[in-house]
């Protein structure tokens, strides 16, 4: 039982975060567009379904508050408050507190009510203020009133938004029905009677509207009747099923939902002939029996978001068909070598070789993730730093469906976050001073993704004061960071220095003086790397590279000494022949001549001393780190390889000079060279 619950509760959890990151979505949407009535009711279904699951998993905390923000967004919807920034930021707090609550809940901490009675009190003074107790008025008792003993499906109080949700829905081809309920006289617990009907019927389709509200329901306060309005792509036949699966029912109505309007003529008639009706609607009702196999698609829509893996199916099916393929030549291979037929056995060989090229392919495929994913917050982060700067900016967002892997996008926020708030905080004039600059008095921060090669580039940039050399100069010395000679652009690349910061004095913006060092050393972390180009009142712009895959790599294998080793060959512009004679001593270094410069050289086989060989003929493999080439020593080139990159001990991390290890056909590993943190050492 415990499983099933731990399931549950994880599916909760994904469910819950992708429901509140659509909230946060569409109200910085609803922001721009106050207007917009489809967008409001296309809010309310989300944030009703978030409560349904949370009442659901019995997290009453959790169903209150959004209980209560969901008065708020009727009152929008009424028309009775208006859609206004400080309107917005609170239901951005009520979002935040939610999904601090998941968070919560997901470390196993117990809900208290405490956790959310400021801003129930906040949300409870801005509804007082706006008139919120008149929306009350759709469940008051004479709901109940049943003169004639009849159950009816005719709504006391209705709203035309209801409609345009009903039509939306019947657009997407789903069925409409009004579904009146009649508890027996002596149900004793109705409250909870009436929660495992719902849960029932909201397993194949959604409740937009009960009449009593859903918190009466709950409550169990009121008399015997209670009706609904219900959208799904199920038959009559199959919801009134449904409803028969319950017990302590005394009668029910199952019709299609028509406006009140339309029904005016038919109240009394209905009144009187509710059972007739109840046996009639169906053959009205068969006319679209596609909503059979409707039934089925949606249980299984329901079963796969069980499945806690999103996957394109059709990647999952090529998967199973190259496995099964690879079993076949496996079988083959058995045979051939039991009956010791080479060419039979290279042909296999051949097969396999092919195949798992495939897989493998496939596999990283699979786990490739968009960019999307780490870029849909960033939204209404810009958004909130706007408003507590006092600055007006707004965020473009290019080529989000720019895949990268899974374990790539998952640490990317933090150094993206880093970087936005800088941009926000230091970047970004105020409006007065955009002005005088002849500037768009809004600020625009802008981020891209796309493909280059085998890397993904994304880059950060806006149309801010830039980098300052004078500024950074002055902030270097006083932290004792020698400036002499340095160029402009050498002085701006000093943020990057270990514990710099601009920061005249520390913001919950830009963090505690954590200079950039911070996200370079993160980037490093990923086998990218970072660039930067600053212009004085013009901008600044950030450019990350990073590796599309961190598992399988194109890796040139060399030789040093008589060890092996890779270098990632994402980062080797060529490879030339040098003797000794070619190599001259500077005052500082040993460099090489280099398209018409001179190069710094690195002899690997002192830096990793391992014994070199006494040959006067040397490799150097010529890498661009930054804007820098260097010529990396190597006694001997083995060629192109593919590999698979492997953890290796945290002690060799820490020497920071190898990024993993491989191992080889014959079964001995090599250490992959960190070319990087090597080349970034000799600085």
């Known amino acids: 039982m415990a499983d099933d619950n731990s399931v549950y509760r994880d599916l909760f959890f994904e469910e819950s975060d992708d429901n509140l990151q659509t909230l946060n979505d569409s109200i910085l949407e609803l922001e721009q567009e106050p207007d917009n009535i489809d967008l409001i009711n296309s809010i309310f279904r989300v944030a009703h379904t978030l409560k349904g699951m949370s009442a659901t998993m019995g997290y009453d905390v959790m169903t209150k508050l959004t209980h209560k923000m969901e008065d708020m967004l009727d009152l929008f919807k009424t028309g009775k408050m208006k859609v206004n920034t400080d309107h917005i930021s609170l239901v951005f707090k009520c979002l935040d507190k939610l999904q601090e609550l998941v968070d919560d809940l997901r470390d196993d901490k117990e809900l208290e009510e405490s956790q959310i009675t400021d801003l129930w009190n906040e949300l409870d003074r801005v509804e007082s203020s706006a008139g919120a107790g008149e929306p009350e008025a759709e469940s008051p008792a004479p709901v109940e009133k049943h003169d004639e003993g009849a159950l009816s499906t005719k709504f006391e109080y209705y709203d035309d938004a209801d409609t345009d949700v009903v039509n939306g829905a019947k657009a997407d081809g789903m069925n409409a029905y009004a579904i009146a309920i009649r508890l027996d006289k002596d149900t004793m617990l109705k409250g909870p009677r009436v929660f495992l009907i719902t849960e029932h019927l909201e397993k194949d389709g959604e ?56 029904e005016e003529e038919k109240a009394e008639e209905k009144s ?69 037929s080479i060419d039979e056995i290279r042909d296999s060989l051949e097969q396999v070789s092919r195949l798992t090229s495939e897989l493998q392919d496939l596999v990283l495929k699979i786990r490739m993730q968009q960019v999307s994913v780490v870029f849909s917050r960033f939204p209404r982060m810009v958004r909130d730093l706007s408003n507590q700067l006092n600055k007006e900016m707004k965020l473009e967002i290019i080529g989000e469906e720019t895949e990268l892997d899974k374990t790539v996008v998952s640490e990317l926020s933090e150094p993206l976050i880093h970087l936005l708030r800088n941009s926000a905080d230091h970047g970004i004039e105020d409006p007065e001073t955009r002005k005088k600059l002849g500037k768009p008095e809004v600020g625009t921060i802008t981020l891209a993704a796309y493909q280059e090669g085998n890397k993904v580039l994304i880059t950060l940039s806006d149309d801010g004061k830039g980098l300052k050399p ?20 050498e002085i701006q690349m000093l943020v990057f220095h270990p514990g710099f910061s601009t920061a005249k ?36 712009t950030f450019i990350i590279k990073l590796p599309l895959t961190l598992s399988i790599i194109q890796a040139l294998m060399v030789q040093i000494g008589k060890e092996s080793f890779a270098i990632p060959l994402d980062v080797v512009e ?35 001393q391992v014994p070199s060989s006494s040959s006067n003929k040397k490799y150097a493999i010529i890498v661009k780190i930054g804007k820098q080439y260097y010529g990396v ?51």
């Open 505 to 540: 004095k520390i913001t919950n913006i830009s963090g505690r003086g954590v200079g950039l060092d911070a996200v370079q050393a993160k980037i490093a972390e990923l086998g990218g790397s970072i660039e930067m180009d600053s212009k004085v009142d013009v901008g600044t």
């Open 207 to 262: 409740i937009i509207r009960t009449e009593p509200s859903a918190d009466l329901l709950e409550d169990g306060d009121f008399d015997t009747d209670f009706r609904m309005i219900y959208l799904t792509k199920d038959s009559v036949d199959d919801v009134k099923h449904i409803i028969e699966s319950n017990t302590e029912i005394d009668s029910y109505i199952v019709e299609e939902f028509k406006e009140p309007a339309a």
């Open 574 to 608: 060529r490879v030339v022949m040098v003797r000794e004679k070619d190599i001259m001593q500077t005052s500082n270094q040993e460099v090489c001549k280099f398209q018409e410069g001179l190069i710094p050289i690195i002899r690997t086989d002192k830096l990793l």
């Open 272 to 340: 009187e002939t509710e059972e007739k009706k109840a046996e009639a609607k169906p053959a009205e009702e068969k006319k679209p029996a596609a909503g059979k196999p409707a039934a089925k698609t949606q249980a299984t829509a329901h079963k796969a978001k069980n499945q806690m893996i999103r996957v394109d199916l059709t990647r999952l099916d090529r998967f199973l068909n190259l496995v099964s393929e690879i079993v076949v030549y496996r079988n083959q291979l058995e045979d051939a070598t039991n009956r010791e």
């Open 633 to 683: 020593l190597v006694d001997k080139m083995i060629g192109q390889q593919e590999i698979v990159i492997k953890k290796i001990d945290p002690m060799l991390q820490k020497i920071k000079k190898y990024q993993g290890a491989t191992i080889l056909g014959n079964g001995s590993i090599a250490l992959i060279l960190d070319v990087n943190a090597i080349c970034n050492s000799r600085q």
């Open 470 to 489: 004078e500024i950074i100069k002055a902030s270097a010395e006083k932290k004792g960071i020698d400036t002499t000679g340095m160029t402009d652009r």
